[in-house]
């Protein structure tokens, strides 16, 4: 299965985005919804999960504290707020399920999991 990310954008240093996690196919509420980001030249990296069965978000200590996560039933998005964002957080983010567990730094899934991305460009 896989989700589709939307909301990258550049920003400058200091800004903020937020991004949206969505799948035509899938309710994302029947699943723990991780997020990915693989910046230049560095592996892919899990940075936060919205678990289903618990009213719990995870960040991952990298962000400190600067990324949320919520959701919305009803719309069947889960959404990654950024704020003071830093030209380190340049990255392609993805959504997808964290199949291996929901924590402040899921495990990226290996498989056919991978959307596009969306890409964060963070810049002055």
């Known amino acids: 299965v896989q989700f589709e990310e939307s909301g990258g954008d550049l920003v400058q240093p200091g800004g903020s985005l937020r991004l949206s996690c969505t799948s035509s196919r899938v309710r994302l509420d029947d699943y723990d919804v991780g997020w990915f980001r693989r910046a230049p030249g560095k592996e892919r990296e899990g940075i936060g999960c919205m678990a289903q069965t618990v009213a719990q978000t995870y960040s991952s200590h990298t962000a400190e504290g600067r990324f949320t996560l919520s959701k919305d039933s009803d719309k069947n998005e889960v959404y990654l707020q950024m704020d003071s964002l830093a030209p380190e957080d340049t990255a392609v983010y993805y959504c997808?399920?964290?199949?291996?567990?929901?924590?402040?730094?899921?495990?990226?899934?290996?498989?056919?999991?991978w959307g596009e991305g969306t890409l964060v460009g963070v810049s002055s």
């Open positions: 997808a399920p964290a199949i291996h567990g929901c924590s402040a730094r899921p495990i990226p899934p290996r498989g056919p999991y």
